[in-house]
């Protein structure tokens, strides 16, 4: 605990780092682990990658929203409904990064991590789940069946990479986390 | 390195345990580390998730190839494919783990350990998205269509959800690699 400020406001939920290395004065103004990679919880990288999975998946529901027809297939429902709560769990913790970004705190508390290690692997599960389903109903309405004149087909497909795009920016995420959670 | 025999006949695969804890005599036939959680390759309840997942994957893909339309849908021709490679994966996965249970060796290895951990990742990730593919289309066939008549709905339920149970056993043995992988 060599830190100037003491976490006195923030007692629960934010831990000071740990520097395992002395510190001679090589990092004024860093509280940065040498531990800490881009894309963990509390680094620019995180908060970039939190951004682009909200901005991915709300993209997908409002293309696949905007369809007359979605509501009549079932795997189409869910992918609103899964994207939807990925929409929220990004945007939740985007703001959470962005606040540990300007206290300048490291978020390392081991039940922290442990909280966004679960939820993250639920939705990305969730996300991944609803895309894959998506994309099979849209090869069947394209490929199998040859039906695209009487449905949305872009507008479906463009749904389903979006999905596919959300969940593959969740997954680094979600490693990362568990990573740094499996090796404190 | 205080074991009895040398691991000169099996130079690059498998890693003699370093036994962290000076081998006092509690542990005499034992290469087990305290730090071995079951379910980790080359243990017993390892090598019962390998042989559950071969299993419940063979069991998809029979059931699958067994009805004559299955080859008209594409995620159904998926399915088949990726179960098939799960397959695969299983039983090699098994074999080794057996080799190591009866030769009383770790999988210990930094780069094995790494191996496996990228095998079930895609593997579970191919084996995932062929289930909730399927699933998309058989809740789309028997709710959304109402066309279970026509159609092997009993089989294709079947299929896809000992393709879900595959996955499921899958997850934990991807988990405890990566876990045992970060936390080295």
């Known amino acids: 605990m060599s830190n100037r ?3 006195s406001v923030h007692p629960f ?8 290395e002395p510190n001679n004065g090589a990092l004024p103004d860093e509280t940065v682990r040498m531990k800490d990679v881009q894309g963990m919880p509390g ?5 970039v990658l939190r951004v ?3 901005a991915f998946a709300a993209v997908a529901v409002a293309v696949m929203a905007a369809t007359s027809d979605f509501p009549s297939v079932t795997a189409f429902r869910y992918l609103v409904a899964a ?7 990004s945007l939740s913790l985007a703001i959470v990064d962005l606040y540990a970004i300007l206290v300048k705190r490291c978020l390392r508390n081991s039940r922290v991590l442990g909280f966004f290690t679960i939820g993250d692997a639920i939705t990305s599960t969730l996300t991944f789940a609803a895309a894959c389903a998506s994309a099979g109903i849209t090869v069947l309405i394209s490929s199998d069946f040859n039906n695209c004149g009487q449905n949305h087909c872009a507008r479906f497909e463009t749904s389903t990479a979006m999905a596919f795009v959300s969940w593959f920016l969740v997954s680094p995420s979600f490693f990362l986390s568990f990573w740094s959670l499996a090796s404190r």
Chains 1, 2 share one sequence.
């Not at 939920?13 to 395992?20: A, F, G, N, Y």
């Not at 680094?43 to 908060?47: F, H, Q, S, V």
């Not at 994207?83 to 769990?89: A, H, I």
């Open 5 to 7: 400020s003491r976490p």
């Open 13 to 20: 939920d934010i831990e000071v780092p740990q520097l395992t």
């Open 43 to 47: 680094t620019p990288a995180g908060l």
């Open 52 to 54: 682009f999975q909200f």
């Open 83 to 89: 994207l939807s709560l990925q929409c929220l769990w």
